[in-house]
């Protein structure tokens, strides 16, 4: 029998890993791999609760909102990321220091 | 012990090992080959937690959607978005990425913290779940009432969350476009 004290902690530690990334890279591509790890641990603790719910498998549909909520995050992100690409020629988030027009 | 712990420790070594690879990793491309394998490892883990309708899912939406954008992304970004990465020096340990590493560790150790302070298997609504039998059972019947659930008590997040998608997928579709008209 597997606590969800196990998979509680084993979230938290991809979700450090996460923040991690966040902080330490200098590539948007890769600062947004860094939320969808910590967006993945977070769904990781819902569905270790939903097991504690058979009835009425909360933990479960809101894993499976959040999936859905990744995704559109993450096709919007890109294609602002494109964007920034095209108009900076740099995904570097600490040379993008502007916001007015060329 | 048992073969459900050892399945355990072995997807949550996998999860792990291949995140932190992830994380440390110079080359972009195989970061992004290696999030493939903790994607995968984690829906072995949704498994174990016996919800197997959210490890399909995150098969087909993480891996076959997400990361296949991810790195559609890079490649229509072109050689620079690997010009960032080989700027930086290659030593191992840098000393710029020491502020985030001690964050991230502080982090996990108040995190670790308070999952033992609070001690959830002791939370009288886990005790209560035992007790009344709603546990999750392997009988079959959980995808089942998945289905029953959306569409009864969770209808207005499904319907919010689709309209949201379709709303995100088509600013995604418009803000990616070719600026030609100006």
């Not at chain 1, 450090?16 to 641990?41: D, F, H, P, T, W």
């Not at chain 1, 890109?78 to 900076?88: D, E, P, S, T």
Request: hydrophobic share 60%; glycine share 4%.
């Amino acid at each position: 029998m597997i606590t969800i004290t196990d998979f509680l902690i084993v979230s938290a530690a991809l979700f450090c890993v996460g923040l991690y990334m966040v902080l330490s890279k200098r590539n948007a591509i890769q600062i947004l791999i860094g939320i969808e790890l910590m967006l993945n641990a977070a769904i990781l603790n819902l569905v270790a609760f939903g097991k504690y719910d058979r009835l009425a498998n909360a933990g479960q549909s809101f894993a499976l909102f959040a999936i859905v909520l990744a995704a559109a995050t993450t096709a919007v992100a890109l294609a602002i990321i494109l964007n920034v690409y095209r108009r900076y020629k740099t995904i570097d988030p600490s040379q993008i220091n502007q916001l007015k027009d060329e | 012990m048992s073969l459900e712990r050892v399945l355990f420790y072995l997807l949550s070594a996998i999860v792990l090992g291949s995140a932190l690879f992830v994380a440390s990793s110079k080359n972009l491309v195989r970061s992004v080959f290696i999030f493939f394998i903790t994607l995968f490892a984690l829906a072995g883990l949704y498994v174990l937690c016996l919800a197997d309708f959210v490890a399909i899912t995150q098969i087909v939406i993480y891996v076959g959607g997400i990361l296949v954008l991810i790195l559609f992304a890079f490649m229509l970004s072109g050689r620079e978005t690997l010009g960032v990465l080989e700027q930086t020096n290659n030593r191992l340990f840098n000393i710029k990425k020491l502020p985030a590493l001690l964050l991230a560790a502080l982090f996990f150790i108040v995190l670790v913290n308070i999952l033992f302070k609070a001690d959830i298997d002791k939370t009288p609504w886990i005790q209560n779940a035992i007790l009344n039998k709603s546990l999750a059972v392997n009988d079959g019947t959980a995808i089942n009432n998945l289905g029953v659930n959306f569409m009864t008590t969770y209808l207005l997040p499904f319907e919010v969350i689709s309209i949201v998608l379709m709303i995100a997928l088509i600013g995604a579709a418009h803000l990616s476009r070719r600026e030609s008209a100006e």
